[in-house]
C-alpha cells in the first residue's frame, strides 16, 4: 500500500461539516500536515499538528490524531461552497523532514 | 513576497522536443523541490535541493529527466526528449528550514501537455 492513504472523492452540502481521514504507516512520523489545493493554484499548508498532540483546533478546523492507530482526520466545520477544493494529507518519514503526501480527497460542496 | 515563481504556466510541446520548466523560489529559502501531479499517481516527489546541492533525485522517473539549481533564486526541471506520458502539472516548492516545521510554499505550477 501507500505510505499515506485517504479518499478520493467527499461530497457534502454547504453548512454541514465535512470530515477527510488518512492514514499513514510510519509510526515515527513526527509532523502530520494538511495541505490545500485551490483550483489552478498551487498546495497551501492549512494545518498541521505534531505527533505528541491529538487534537488541534482552529477556528473551523479540527485536526484528530490516533497515533495508535495512525490515523488522520481533518474536521472542517460549516463547510462552504469555497472550501471545495482537494486537501492533501502529509506526513514525513522518521528521520527525514521531507513529508509524503497523500493523492487528495476533492471536497465536493453542493448547496 | 511574490511567492514560489514558476514559468511558463502552460506549455504544450510535441513528443521529442525538449522542454525546460523554470522556478524562482521565495528568497532566503534554503530548499527547494519539484513535484509532478498526475490523476494516476497523485503528488510525487521528484527532487529536492538543499543549499543549491540536489539531496535527492530518487524520484526522477528516467534519464530523461534533469535538474539543476545553479544558484539560490533558480532551478530548472529539464526534459530531453519529451514524452506524452509527461504530461502533467509541474510543481515547484520551496522551504525557509525554520518556522513551522518544514512548511512547503508551492508556485502555481506549470501545466504541460505532450502530444
Known amino acids: 500500500g501507500e505510505d499515506v492513504e485517504q479518499s478520493l472523492f467527499l461530497s457534502v452540502r454547504e453548512g454541514d461539516s465535512s470530515v477527510i481521514n488518512c492514514t499513514y504507516t510510519?509510526?515515527?512520523?513526527?509532523?502530520l500536515y494538511w495541505y490545500k489545493q485551490e483550483p489552478g493554484a498551487g498546495l497551501q499548508l492549512l494545518t498541521y499538528?505534531?505527533?505528541?498532540?491529538d487534537m488541534k483546533q482552529d477556528q473551523r478546523l479540527t485536526v484528530l490524531l490516533n497515533k495508535k492507530d495512525k490515523h488522520l482526520s481533518l474536521r472542517i466545520a460549516d463547510t462552504q461552497t469555497g472550501d471545495s477544493a482537494i486537501y492533501f494529507c502529509?506526513?514525513?518519514?522518521?528521520?527525514?523532514?521531507?513529508?509524503?503526501f497523500g493523492r487528495g480527497t476533492s471536497l465536493i460542496v453542493h448547496p | 513576497d511574490a511567492g514560489v515563481i514558476q514559468s511558463p504556466r502552460h506549455e504544450v510541446t510535441e513528443m521529442g522536443q525538449e522542454v525546460t520548466l523554470r522556478c524562482k523560489p521565495i528568497?532566503?529559502?534554503?530548499?527547494l523541490f519539484w513535484y509532478r501531479q498526475t490523476m494516476m499517481r497523485g503528488l510525487e516527489l521528484l527532487i529536492y535541493?538543499?543549499?543549491?546541492?540536489?539531496?535527492?533525485d530518487s524520484g526522477m522517473p528516467e534519464d530523461r529527466f534533469s535538474a539543476k539549481m545553479p544558484n539560490a533564486s533558480f532551478s530548472t526541471l529539464k526534459i530531453q526528449p519529451s514524452e506524452p506520458r509527461d504530461s502533467a502539472v509541474y510543481f515547484c516548492?520551496?522551504?525557509?528550514?525554520?518556522?513551522?516545521?518544514?512548511?512547503?510554499?508551492f508556485g502555481p505550477g506549470t501545466r504541460l501537455t505532450v502530444t
Open positions: 502529509a506526513a514525513n518519514k522518521g528521520g527525514s523532514y521531507i513529508p509524503t
Open positions: 510510519d509510526s515515527s512520523s513526527t509532523y
Open positions: 499538528i505534531f505527533s505528541n498532540m
Open positions: 535541493f538543499n543549499n543549491n546541492v540536489p539531496i535527492d
Open positions: 516548492a520551496s522551504s525557509p528550514g525554520q518556522g513551522i516545521p518544514y512548511e512547503q510554499y
Open positions: 528568497s532566503g529559502h534554503n530548499s
